[in-house]
């Protein structure tokens, strides 16, 4: 009788643990959301830097900008090349320029978060061009066309 409760409690906590892997959420689709995000955080600051629209309330995307790039490494687990990525190989081979990638753009939103809670326009203005040119350095190396 024991040996069956143990047997069974083993079925149910491995049940439990594949139920819990099968809810984990799709690398790609996640990392997808995530980046659609970052793209609207980015359109709406140069939609403020050109119409010289009020800097302050881009502060709290931007702070997201820089969370979301301290775990952009981390979204590319490996098997997550296959499917509907754009992601390059070279984001697996070369994971330390890819983290280097990460880190730059990362600095770049922090610059942009602070400049916007001092509602510094001109320093938004750069740090928004810094924050353009450290994805687009990111897109030449690390995502397909």
Known sequence: MIKHKVVLSAVVILAGVGAAQAQMPDPIALRQAAFDMNAGTFGLARTIVANKLDVKPLETGARGMVKWAALIPSMFPKGSDKGDTKALPEVWSDPAGFKKAADEFGAAALKLADAAKAGD???VA?????VGDACGACHKVFRAK
């Open 121 to 123: 326009a001109d320093g």
């Open 126 to 130: 750069a740090a928004t061009k810094a």
